[in-house]
Structures are given as C-alpha cells and as structure tokens.
T-cell receptor
Framework: DAGVIQSPRHEVTEMGQEVTLRCKPI?????LFWYRQTMMRGLELLIY????????DSGMPEDRFSAKMPNASFSTLKIQPSEPRDSAVYFC????????????FGPGTRLTVL | GENVEQHPSTLSVQEGDSAVIKCTYS??????FPWYKQELGKGPQLIID?????GEKKDQRIAVTLNKTAKHFSLHITETQPEDSAVYFC???????????FGTGTRLQVFP
C-alpha cells in the first residue's frame, strides 16, 4: 500500500496567489482529515470528511480556506487568496472507519507564502 | 470542547534510560487515547493507543497508562535508543466524535 499521498510536497507562493493542496487517501478508508501544523499552534484539525461528505469544518480558519472531496480517492484544500500567516505544514490523514481508529498521515505539504 | 495538555515540551535522556511523557484531558467523555511519533520531515505515526476500558497497555519498550479518575494518561519508553528521538503527541477522542484533539507535543532527544 502506498499510504496517504500528498502533493505537492513543497509549495512556495506569493501573497495573494491561490494555492491548492492535494490528497489521495488510502484505498478503502472512508474518513479523511486535513490538519495544519505550526510551531505556535501545534497540530490543528481544519476539516474532516466521512464518505466524501464534510462533517466538521469548524477548524477552517476563515473563508479563504475551502476543501472538497469529489470522490473517495481524492481531496483538495484550497487557499484563496493566500497570506504569509498561512505558511505551515498541511497534513492529510485517512482512517478506515469512524469512531476511534488509527489515522494514517501523509508526508505533508510545506507551504511558504511570501 | 476537549482540551489536551502535554508535558514536558522537551525531554533529554541518556541512551538506555527511561522517558515519561504525561497528558491530561478535560472531557470526561473521552474514551480513546492514541500516541503518535513524528520524525523530522514526516507525518505523525501511531505508536500505541489505549481505550478507556483498559488501565495499561504495553508493546515491547513502550507502555501507556490511563487514569480515568484523574483524567490523565502517560507514555513510558524504556531502554531508550537514539532512534526514539522524535516529537511525540498524545491525543484524545470521545465516542461521539471522529475528531482527535492533539497535545502540543514533546520533543524527545536520546543521547548516545
């Protein structure tokens, strides 16, 4: 199994630009989570999906952030427009089922907004 | 909502010594407590977890204990090795949510 796949691994962009992060969960997993990690705020859950449906987006910082999961094998996290304070490592994780099961994390995307 | 506090933030030990990381949680409904290890440049990886119907769980050199009354749980690593050096996160979750609430992390350094 290839594990959770994220792309790109690194992204450098200028303030105001649109950024799209991509995630392919492990096949058969029906829960998908997007996290943001920074030194100041640690590991924060942004949004999660069950069976492609967004369940809780209370962690999404503001309207500039949006996430979609058009099918069971693909999800995107979009930031538009990006700001320097969005610089962080963004992780995608998937889980085989809901309610207290191991979350498998991808390698992360390091985003730098200049 | 749930809040998880983790201590210490950094921990340095000599190879072969034991390391203990402690976490407290606020939501009495929490019933699942995983521990994740994050190596440099990688995503967190589950190393051990415990559910509220169990007080202790061991896996080779790693053990986790849970005190539901006091709402705290701990990670114990015995006979530490340099490859144990990483950042460790505790987390908590309750039966009525899929969300994991993570602690702030402990950077463990094991010196040869």
């Amino acid at each position: 199994d290839a594990g959770v796949i994220q792309s790109p691994r690194h992204e450098v962009t200028e303030m105001g630009q649109e950024v799209t992060l991509r995630c392919k969960p492990i096949s058969g997993h029906n829960s998908l989570f997007w996290y943001r990690q920074t030194m100041m705020r640690g590991l924060e859950l942004l949004i999660y999906f069950n069976n492609n449906v967004p369940i809780d987006d209370s962690g999404m910082p503001e309207d500039r952030f949006s996430a979609k999961m058009p099918n069971a094998s693909f999800s995107t996290l979009k930031i538009q427009p990006s700001e320097p304070r969005d610089s962080a490592v963004y992780f995608c994780a998937s889980s085989p089922r809901t309610r207290n099961n191991e979350q498998f994390f991808g390698p992360g995307t390091r985003l730098t907004v200049l | 909502g749930e809040n998880v506090e983790q201590h210490p933030s950094t921990l340095s030990v000599q190879e072969g010594d034991s390391a203990v990381i402690k976490c407290t949680y606020s939501d009495s409904a929490s019933n699942y407590f995983p521990w994740y290890k994050q190596e440099l440049g990688k995503g967190p990886q589950l190393i051990i977890d415990i559910r509220s119907n169990v007080g202790e769980k061991k896996d080779q050199r790693i053990a986790v204990t849970l005190n539901k009354t006091a709402k705290h749980f701990s990670l114990h690593i015995t006979e530490t090795q340099p490859e144990d050096s990483a950042v460790y996160f505790c987390a908590a979750s309750s039966y009525n949510t899929d969300k994991l609430i993570f602690g702030t992390g402990t950077r463990l350094q094991v010196f040869p």
